[in-house]
T-cell receptor, first 114, second 112 residues
């Protein structure tokens, strides 16, 4: 299975600031995604991270709030901008391995905004 | 997009088989059924997937009905470590991209 590493694993931030989350995959992947999991809720897809081009955002999520980069096949970042307490969630990176049709997930970044 | 329906919670005794049902009555012919689980404070873990035939791996078995409108995930000998939220997901194809859309899942509690 693909190993997905996320940094940081958790952070506590002040409102109005921004946090960038990094995601590194240990093997070639075809697609990378970012999800959000609010407290006690299921996972919600934020966007698909596209290599070398703008991410594809789901309804309700915009680039100004959640800018995403994917400079190469195995690395992506998600920035949570101008944070408010409502952004307190777990943010998860996910990827589909190119050698099999299975989507894997990182351990997540637990974000608390004060 | 096919939606899934799962019971919100289930209990199982340790060592017994856990049978988790999922309804997906609007599934399309080319959509797969995937199962994931999420143990507390961890990322979702892939368990198994299938199209129309029953599947088995080292973790579980997946039984899909002939009409493909429902499926059952079977953990043959549940342990305390199997306590988790189990998600039944139908894979969606959208403008060439593939993505997993999560429902609310079933919270399985395995007790001694």
């Amino acid at each position: 299975s693909a190993v997905i590493s996320q940094k940081p694993s958790r952070d506590i931030c002040q409102r109005g600031t921004s946090l960038t989350i990094q995601c590194q995959v240990d093997s070639q992947v075809t697609m990378m995604f970012w999800y959000r999991q609010q407290p006690g809720q299921s996972l919600t897809l934020i966007a698909t991270a596209n290599q070398g081009s703008e991410a594809t955002y789901e309804s309700g999520f915009v680039i100004d709030k959640f800018p995403i980069s994917r400079p190469n096949l195995t690395f992506s970042t998600l920035t949570v901008s101008n944070m408010s307490p409502e952004d307190s969630s777990i943010y998860l990176c996910s990827a589909i391995a190119s050698y099999k049709n299975i989507q894997y997930f990182g351990a997540g970044t637990r974000l608390s905004v004060l | 997009d096919a939606k899934t329906t799962q019971p919100p919670s289930m209990d199982c005794a340790e060592g017994r088989a856990a049978n988790l049902p999922c309804n997906h009555s609007t599934i399309s012919g080319n959509e797969y059924v995937y199962w994931y689980r999420q143990i507390h404070s961890q990322g979702p873990q892939y368990i198994i997937h299938g199209l129309k035939n029953n599947e088995t791996n080292e973790m579980a078995s997946l039984i899909i009905t002939e009409d493909r409108k429902s499926s059952t995930l079977i953990l043959p000998h549940a342990t305390l470590r199997d306590t988790a939220v189990y998600y039944c997901i139908v894979r969606v194809l959208n403008t060439g991209f593939q993505k997993l859309v999560f429902g609310t899942g079933t919270r399985l509690l395995v007790s001694p």
